[in-house]
């Protein structure tokens, strides 16, 4: 059972559009992180939030608590904006300080 | 501003042989860890260190030993390489001891094949 569930697995989008992708976890969680993957490899830590809304730039994450679900948006996406992301949640219970589970990743391809 | 730097970037093994991954940070951070990544799965933590001389278990630590050398720099230790060991390996580091309440800050990564 993946305790962290994040859709669309795959998305394409024109320069410009709109972009949601959803994380869903199944736990009480203390935390939510947001990373982006570059197609290099290299890993970015975008945000970090545990209630309500965050934006930096064009990304914005919110969060609702209670449905247990977050969203990262992109306004006005740009190919550079093409990359994994990945959700990763800090669950409430048991575990040792250091774990975070981490979804499989939204891999955001945005064509020119 | 180097950040973390990991090496090497890319190892072939053997089965059977071991090597030590390097990970350094400049940062000052008190917390670093050390993650694998595979196709189709998340990325799942091996060991972590919440300050310089503690180190801990984390999602999948076994085959793996670590050394908190010091403040900068957290090593990660195959001694008996596996087929099941070839992954992409990161490491992190964050200010605070709390995964939860720090942002996290990646290395490039190291290929690892274990033939």
């Known amino acids: 059972k993946n305790e962290v569930e994040q859709s669309p697995q795959n998305l394409t989008a024109q320069e410009g559009e709109f972009i949601t992708i959803n994380c869903s976890y199944s736990?009480?969680?203390?935390?939510l992180h947001w990373l982006q993957q570059h197609p290099g490899g290299g890993i970015v830590s975008l945000f970090m939030?545990?209630?309500g809304k965050k934006k930096h730039g064009r990304l914005i994450a919110t969060i609702n608590i209670q449905e247990k679900h977050s969203s990262l948006h992109i306004t006005a996406s740009h190919p550079r904006d093409s990359a994994v992301y990945i959700c990763a949640v800090r669950l409430n219970y048991g575990g040792s300080q250091g774990n975070l589970i981490f979804g499989k990743g939204t891999k955001l391809s945005v064509k020119p | 501003n180097a950040g973390v730097t990991q090496t090497p970037k890319f190892q072939v093994l053997k089965t059977g042989q071991s090597m030590t991954l390097q990970c350094a940070q400049d940062m000052n951070h008190n917390s670093m860890y050390w993650y694998r990544q595979d196709p189709g799965m998340g990325l799942r933590l091996i060991y972590y260190?919440?300050?310089?001389?503690?180190?801990d278990k984390g999602e999948v630590p076994n085959g793996y030993n670590v050394s908190r050398l010091n403040k900068r720099e957290f090593s990660l230790r195959l001694e008996s390489a596996a087929p099941s060991q070839t992954s992409v390996y990161f490491c992190?580091?964050?200010?605070?001891?709390?995964?939860?309440?720090?942002?996290?800050?990646f290395g490039a990564g190291t290929r690892l094949s274990v033939l």
């Open positions: 736990v009480g969680i203390s935390a």
């Open positions: 939030l545990s209630s």
């Open positions: 992190a580091s964050s200010r605070g001891r709390s995964i939860a309440k720090n942002i996290q800050y």
């Open positions: 260190s919440a300050s310089e001389g503690t180190t």
